[in-house]
């Protein structure tokens, strides 16, 4: 099991317990003010309410009254199915009858998630590469679909779910009693009722193998474009769409450039020493030397942000070259928020670079979606804000993991500043 199905499983287990949890405790407090009904311990409740099995027992229809507790079943044999075959190896692909469909619900649940984007992409294409695995590329397979069919049983349900439908079709009649025949004829009925046709996601499926799968390693962005209009008719979610766009192009640059990033935004003066008087030299290095020691490349003492770059300039300034400078704002970036790994100072001293460098990476929406959970987190509940900051401290790690790991656009920056001082 990889590590982003572990993830997303343990997601959707805490999801659906904390919706029954909910469910639990309104029931209680219902019970304790309906003067009618017999008083219940909340013991008494969570063990007639509880998911047995993924389904809520009967006797929890009497006590929750007036919860949706077919709504509430519903998602809960959802997510039984999902954790499922998420759990599955790859080996155990064709062990049961699933031709996974549900990628719109699945976009539903990843966004709620704290996967980062390429966890995520991860999660999408576990289920497009099973789908795949039914010999789809080759022939069609024979697809049914029970999802809006309200006159199959939960047993039947149940059965498709976990179960290898194929075998139904073996040449086995003679091994089997009467009413087994009459069993599996039955249901090979409800498959024959329930066929669609499985040309449209033969087509689809061949073309995310043509443009995507095939070539993970020369893939263009005529191909990322296919590719993500496929997954938009399958159902993957706009949103995640425009996350896995970006993931992919970056891939796609990163490939391609082979030099690297060049700076054309600021404007940077030369400075050497040359410029300036002896003594407009030695002021300069006196302030200099207030924050950082030259000659160890140690901060002497706690500064933020706006006086490094202040610092950095003037080492520009009196001719001090991009190392020096380079290792003025390393030390700053341990001292600050690497050594603490603290997400939030690292995104705050870090905007400016990827701002600059989000289109290059790829990563423009992934940076609002990243902005949109810190406004969240300003106005939404406590267990919603959880969510919003795990979200955020997930992208917000990610997106900086791919910056490049060298100090020039603090340099150039640094040296834009040069007149300003």
């Given at each position: 099991?990889?590590?982003?199905?572990?993830?997303?499983?343990?997601?959707?287990?805490?999801?659906?317990?904390?919706?029954?949890?909910?469910?639990?405790?309104?029931?209680?407090?219902?019970?304790?003010?309906?003067?009618?009904?017999?008083?219940?311990?909340?013991?008494?409740?969570?063990?007639?309410?509880?998911?047995?099995?993924?389904?809520?027992?009967?006797?929890?229809?009497?006590?929750?009254?007036?919860?949706?507790?077919?709504?509430?079943?519903?998602?809960?044999?959802?997510t039984d199915n999902l954790i499922r075959m998420l759990s599955?190896?790859?080996?155990?692909?064709?062990?049961?009858?699933?031709?996974?469909?549900?990628?719109?619900?699945?976009?539903?649940?990843?966004?709620?998630?704290?996967?980062?984007?390429?966890?995520?992409?991860?999660?999408?294409?576990?289920?497009?590469?099973?789908?795949?695995?039914?010999?789809?590329?080759?022939?069609?397979?024979?697809?049914?679909?029970?999802?809006?069919?309200?006159?199959?049983?939960?047993?039947?349900?149940?059965?498709?779910?976990?179960?290898?439908?194929?075998?139904?079709?073996?040449?086995?009649?003679?091994?089997?009693?009467?009413?087994?025949?009459?069993?599996?004829?039955?249901?090979?009925?409800?498959?024959?009722?329930?066929?669609?046709?499985?040309?449209?996601?033969?087509?689809?499926?061949?073309?995310?193998?043509?443009?995507?799968?095939?070539?993970?390693?020369?893939?263009?962005?005529?191909?990322?474009?296919?590719?993500?209009?496929?997954?938009?008719?399958?159902?993957?979610?706009?949103?995640?769409?425009?996350?896995?766009?970006?993931?992919?192009?970056?891939?796609?640059?990163?490939?391609?450039?082979?030099?690297?990033?060049?700076?054309?935004?600021?404007?940077?003066?030369?400075?050497?020493?040359?410029?300036?008087?002896?003594?407009?030299?030695?002021?300069?290095?006196?302030?200099?030397?207030?924050?950082?020691?030259?000659?160890?490349?140690?901060?002497?003492?706690?500064?933020?942000?706006?006086?490094?770059?202040?610092?950095?300039?003037?080492?520009?300034?009196?001719?001090?070259?991009?190392?020096?400078?380079?290792?003025?704002?390393?030390?700053?970036?341990?001292?600050?928020?690497?050594?603490?790994?603290?997400?939030?100072?690292?995104?705050?001293?870090?905007?400016?670079?990827?701002?600059?460098?989000?289109?290059?990476?790829?990563?423009?929406?992934?940076?609002?979606?990243?902005?949109?959970?810190?406004?969240?987190?300003?106005?939404?509940?406590?267990?919603?804000?959880?969510?919003?900051?795990?979200?955020?401290?997930?992208?917000?790690?990610?997106?900086?993991?791919?910056?490049?790991?060298?100090?020039?656009?603090?340099?150039?920056?640094?040296?834009?500043?040069?007149?300003?001082?």
């Amino acid at each position: 099991m990889t590590s982003a199905n572990k993830k997303f499983i343990d997601f959707l287990d805490y999801r659906i317990k904390s919706k029954v949890e909910t469910a639990i405790i309104s029931a209680y407090e219902k019970n304790l003010k309906d003067e009618k009904q017999e008083k219940l311990s909340l013991t008494e409740v969570t063990e007639s309410s509880f998911l047995a099995d993924t389904y809520l027992k009967s006797k929890a229809r009497s006590i929750i009254g007036n919860i949706d507790v077919a709504r509430l079943q519903d998602e809960a044999n959802v997510t039984d199915n999902l954790i499922r075959m998420l759990s599955l190896e790859r080996e155990e692909w064709n062990k049961y009858c699933d031709f996974f469909a549900e990628f719109e619900l699945l976009s539903e649940y990843l966004m709620e998630s704290n996967l980062n984007t390429s966890e995520r992409f991860a999660i999408i294409m576990f289920f497009i590469e099973k789908n795949i695995s039914t010999g789809i590329l080759e022939k069609c397979p024979q697809l049914f679909d029970l999802r809006d069919n309200e006159n199959i049983s939960l047993e039947d349900r149940v059965f498709f779910n976990t179960s290898n439908a194929n075998e139904l079709f073996s040449d086995a009649s003679s091994e089997l009693s009467d009413d087994e025949l009459k069993e599996r004829n039955r249901l090979i009925g409800i498959i024959k009722d329930n066929s669609v046709d499985a040309s449209d996601y033969q087509t689809m499926y061949r073309l995310i193998n043509d443009h995507y799968l095939s070539k993970k390693e020369t893939f263009t962005v005529d191909d990322l474009n296919i590719f993500i209009e496929v997954l938009k008719k399958l159902g993957v979610s706009e949103d995640l769409n425009k996350q896995f766009f970006g993931y992919l192009k970056s891939s796609i640059e990163k490939r391609h450039s082979k030099q690297e990033y060049k700076f054309t935004s600021f404007s940077t003066p030369q400075a050497s020493r040359k410029y300036i008087t002896d003594s407009e030299y030695r002021h300069y290095k006196k302030i200099i030397l207030k924050y950082y020691d030259i000659n160890k490349g140690n901060i002497v003492r706690p500064i933020d942000i706006n006086e490094v770059y202040y610092c950095a300039s003037l080492m520009a300034k009196i001719g001090l070259d991009d190392a020096d400078i380079s290792t003025l704002f390393l030390r700053f970036y341990q001292q600050e928020c690497i050594s603490a790994d603290n997400t939030f100072a690292k995104y705050g001293y870090l905007y400016d670079k990827l701002e600059y460098y989000a289109e290059q990476l790829g990563q423009t929406e992934t940076l609002k979606f990243i902005n949109d959970c810190i406004k969240e987190m300003m106005i939404s509940s406590a267990d919603d804000y959880v969510f919003w900051k795990n979200s955020f401290i997930s992208e917000a790690n990610n997106v900086i993991s791919q910056l490049p790991n060298n100090f020039s656009f603090e340099v150039s920056k640094a040296k834009s500043l040069i007149n300003k001082y």
